[in-house]
């Protein structure tokens, strides 16, 4: 049986596969190396897929790129103060979970307060 993807299912697919390998690489080693797995965790694979996904397919337009990339600096920030969130969190001694959420709820409140200043642009 020959398995054989176009290129539009590839680039479908290259997302959730290098989500998955992700994931298993981060599994792996955490019990080896629990700042490697971190360092895996956090590396710069979503931006440059979501550059793929919504640029890949040819109909590439490098204002509209540019605009995305400019876009990701308040998103970048919105995710360093879930970090943060999070971290104080556990370290005020709250379960994994209601940290997580506790973090999202930061999150979404930032990225509401950037889109009321004008700082991201919801069409």
Same mark, same amino acid.
């Given at each position: 049986? =020959?398995?054989?993807?176009?290129? +539009?299912? $590839? ?5 959730v /596969?290098?989500?998955? #390998?992700?994931? !298993? ?6 019990? =080896?190396?629990?700042?490697?797995? +971190?360092? $895996? ?5 979503? /931006?440059?897929?979501? #550059?793929?996904? !919504?640029?890949g ?19 970048? /920030? ?46």
């Amino acid at each position: 049986m =020959r398995l054989s993807l176009e290129p +539009a299912q $590839l680039q479908k697919a290259l997302p959730v /596969i290098a989500s998955i #390998l992700i994931i !298993l690489g981060v599994a792996f080693l955490r019990e =080896r190396s629990r700042t490697l797995a +971190a360092i $895996l965790a956090t590396m710069p694979i979503n /931006i440059p897929l979501g #550059l793929w996904v !919504l640029f890949g397919t040819g109909n590439y337009d490098p204002h509209l790129a540019a605009m995305f990339v400019r876009a990701l600096v308040p998103g970048l /920030i919105a995710t360093l103060v879930w970090v943060g969130a999070v971290w104080l969190a556990l370290q005020w001694g709250w379960a994994l979970l209601p940290a997580v959420l506790g973090g999202y709820g930061v999150w979404g409140v930032l990225v509401i307060v950037f889109i009321v200043l004008g700082w991201l642009h919801v069409r």
